[in-house]
């Protein structure tokens, strides 16, 4: 199957996926109803009713934020797959998410505000990469940065639950283990722009070292024969 007829049938899969997502929630509510609130957002003189107002300010930004976030994450499979020739990787290979975890829980600066989690989100996986990136030093082998990497998430994760678990408070632990979970509620579309543009850099950097990236597949040895960069390239990627 060609890969444009294959891109095609995903996009209609995903049409479906997003106008059914509309439709359910607490309150199902009809196509022709949501049709009509999607139109309504183009007209500013027009009179917004409680659908329309589920529909364009609850469950349109969560469902926006929702697409940015599954395509984030496939872009960074991507890249960890890349790095580590391996076709199960994810973003816990190099303890990345376990680190980001770990920083959010010990807790942050209120002054930060609404940015609060995404920074020491942000440096909790900054620190991680910079251990696993000193232990496996000189390195080009991606088997040592999988096993560290793998133990990295391993220690982060099991600080993560002394602190949880170590909480004096039963209502504690409960909220935060149903935030390790996940959940997009909340979510409003002041929320949108900045991880449209986490995503876009993403996108725009894979376009532009597409080749490296599929001559690093074939190999460190090769990858290097060939003229590439092998560890700059991976640190770029693991950065």
Known sequence: MQTSIKALILCVILCISLVTALQFGSTFIPLEQIIHALMSMADPNATATMTDTIITDIRLPRLIYSVLTGIGL???GLL??????????DPYVLGVSSGAVFAIIMGGLPL??????????????????????????????????????????GIFSALTM????????EAQVRSAMFWLLGSFAGIQWGDLPLTAIIVTLFMLYIYLFNQDLDVLLLGNHEAAQMGLSVKQLQLSIVI
């Open 74 to 76: 496939s872009l960074v």
């Open 80 to 89: 960890m797959q890349t790095v580590t020739r391996n076709a199960l990787a």
């Open 112 to 153: 930060l505000g609404a940015y609060n989690t995404p920074v020491f989100a942000a440096l909790g996986a900054a620190l991680s990469i910079i251990l696993v990136l000193l232990c496996v030093g000189k390195s080009n082998s991606p088997v040592k940065l999988i096993l560290i990497g793998m133990g990295m998430t």
């Open 162 to 169: 002394m602190i949880i678990y170590g909480a004096k408070h």
